[in-house]
């Protein structure tokens, strides 16, 4: 028998609005990797280069942050301890595309000053890695 405790209410909030979050990316990565040429040709010029010069190890890791972020959050829900190992590869995932995207792409020369988002999205990584093990530890996943 497995021992495990109730999670608190903000667990299941937590696990929710991070679902959520998550599926947005999805979301995100769908939309940017099945763009259309007619799409594409109505976002200005520093966009598209971007979107037509990414490489596709930088589209596999943003697939692998978002799907496995999913998964993770899925896993979370259902309480289940390896949500830990899904965030640590969707984390891996971000972690990827952010040394691309600032070291290597210039990200910030191309987008401006849209720096948040992305930061916020590490953030947001890290913390569910933080916040799985922190289950784990409380046995509210097993």
């Known amino acids: 028998m497995k021992n495990t405790n109730k999670p608190p209410v903000w667990f299941w909030v937590i696990g929710i609005i991070a679902l959520l979050w998550n599926i947005m990316g999805v979301m995100a990565y769908i939309g940017q990797a099945f763009i259309t040429n007619e799409a594409l040709a109505l976002l200005p010029e520093n966009e598209q ?7 596709i190890w930088v589209t596999a890791a943003f697939a692998i942050a978002v799907f ?75």
């Open 49 to 55: 280069n971007f979107y037509k010069n990414t490489p």
């Open 68 to 142: 496995s972020g999913t998964l993770g959050c899925i896993a979370l829900l259902v309480r289940r301890k390896w949500a830990s190992f899904l965030f640590i590869a969707s984390l891996l995932g971000v972690l990827g595309q952010a040394v691309y995207n600032f070291f290597i792409q210039d990200y910030i020369a191309l987008s401006g000053s849209r720096v948040i988002m992305p930061c916020i999205v590490i953030v947001v990584a890290f913390f569910l890695v933080w916040f799985a093990k922190k289950s784990q530890s409380n046995l509210w996943i097993s």
